[in-house]
Structures are given as C-alpha cells and as structure tokens.
C-alpha cells in the first residue's frame, strides 16, 4: 500500500531536540517535493512548517517561526525526509504531518496531494 509513515515523536523538555522521519513506501516513482505540517490541537489549523524540493540541487523552505531551528534533509535512496528540530518551545506541541505531491504553494494546506498519519511531539517541561 502506499504510504507515508511518520516517525521520531516523543516528549521533550524546552530546548531539547528531536528528528522526525518520514518513508514514503510503496510509490512507484520518486517524490520531489515534501514537506510537513502540523496542528497544535485538533480543530486549530494546520501549519506549515517545512518543506523540501529534491530536484537537481534541493531548495529549502521554512516557516518564520521555525527558520534557524529546524532543518529539512531528504534521502532519496532511503525514500525518507526528515526534519531536525532543535531548541524546541512549548508552541511547538502538536501533531506533526508528513506531505508529499504539491500543487501550489509549499505552505498552504490545500496545496499537498498526499498526508501521513502524523506522529505527535509534545515540548513540556
């Protein structure tokens, strides 16, 4: 079947660390562009977080809120993005939601073709 399958979440104090991964299995062609989002609360709005576009020299995408702390990275023969996140804040609680097939712009919802069940990062001292 295919899929996205999320990875990597957990709880963690402010200012730790945490790398989420995504695979996209058992699509039969290359995913260029991937990205994630998340939503702090169910009924609150999804946010972009990041996104990456793998074709020739990858291009890189963030939102303010998360510029300088997390990284997006890909690993194309693995199939798998993943996301670094870093000096992690309380407002970073929430579902966390890998997306791939874009069509529009990189941070809108409505963009994004395919989403993963999300996997759940909790920031609490």
């Known amino acids: 079947a295919q899929r996205l399958l999320e990875s990597g979440g957990g709880s963690v104090q402010p200012g730790g660390s945490l790398i989420l991964s995504c695979i996209a299995s058992g699509y039969g062609y290359k995913k260029n562009f991937m990205g994630w989002f998340r939503r702090q609360a169910a009924g609150k709005e999804y946010e972009a977080v990041a996104?990456?576009?793998?074709?020739?020299?990858?291009?890189?995408f963030y939102s303010d809120s998360v510029k300088g702390r997390f990284t997006i990275s890909h690993d194309s023969a693995k199939s798998t993005v993943y996301l670094q996140m870093s000096s992690l804040k309380p407002e970073d609680t929430g579902m966390y939601y890998c997306?791939?097939?874009?069509?529009?712009?990189?941070?809108?919802?409505?963009?994004?073709?395919?989403w993963g069940q999300g996997t759940q990062v909790t920031v609490s001292s």
């Open positions: 996104a990456i576009n793998t074709m020739g020299g990858a291009s890189y």
């Open positions: 997306t791939s097939d874009l069509a529009g712009q990189w941070y809108e919802f409505g963009s994004w073709g395919d």
